[in-house]
């Protein structure tokens, strides 16, 4: 894992100092609950955002996170950093774990952010803290790994940027319904087994690491 740990260490280092997270994309983030709130009317019925609030929260995920994967792919593409890393002979599977930590890393602040906003904005309340994390930690790992996969796949089609949410939505619709379902339980605006949920939460993440590290050496080659 150490040359995974240096990949993702090298990605994240170059996100601290571009602060393109930070300046950009956390902005857009909270901007987005701001428009939802409108959206539903928020000064007449506050109770409507609350009752909505998990659908809200894990589409503004979905925002940030196609900025975060896309901008993971562009920082390989620039001056041929793809055939650099080949040339390092680290395997295939060690750079797609280390793009994803980064991603991961990435997605867990932007969700810890956004849950802040929900609670400051919508006046949601969290009853299961324990839910909250681990439903956030596997739903980032699970959107990290089919969107590094799915990014580098676009890259060695040769197909515009534009088209990767395209092939990335269907890949995570699953794991956004199954991340709003625990989120209903932690926050308590459903009557849900958000623990249920959670299991397949993990079992998708497992599912798309596998297949993730399995595939992404070979597409690399062929690139």
Do not use: C
Request: proline residues 3%.
């Amino acid at each position: 894992m150490r040359d995974a740990w240096l990949i993702a260490r090298k990605d994240l280092l170059i996100e601290a100092r571009s602060r393109v997270v930070l300046n950009q994309v956390a902005p857009f983030a909270l901007l987005v609950l701001v428009l939802f709130g409108f959206a539903l009317d928020a000064s007449i019925e506050t109770e409507t955002l609350v009752r909505f609030s998990p659908g809200l929260f894990w589409v503004t995920v979905l925002f940030v996170a196609l900025l975060a994967i896309q901008r993971s792919v562009a920082l390989e593409r620039v001056d041929g950093a793809f055939g650099a890393l080949r040339l390092t002979g680290i395997d295939g599977w060690r750079i797609f774990v280390g793009k994803s930590l980064a991603v991961t890393a990435q997605l867990i602040v932007l969700e810890a952010l956004l849950l802040f906003g929900i609670i400051v904005l919508y006046g949601a309340r969290v009853a299961s803290w324990p839910l909250v994390i681990i439903g956030a930690i596997l739903a980032a790992t699970g959107i990290s790994v089919a969107g590094s996969l799915y990014g580098v796949l676009a890259v060695g089609l040769g197909v515009r940027e534009t088209l990767l949410p395209i092939l990335l939505l269907p890949v995570l619709a699953p794991v956004l319904i199954a991340a709003t379902k625990v989120f209903d339980d932690a926050l308590g605006t459903a009557v849900v087994n958000g623990w249920a949920w959670t299991s397949l939460l993990a079992a998708f993440a497992v599912a798309y690491v596998v297949a993730g590290s399995l595939a992404y050496g070979m597409i690399l080659e062929d690139m």
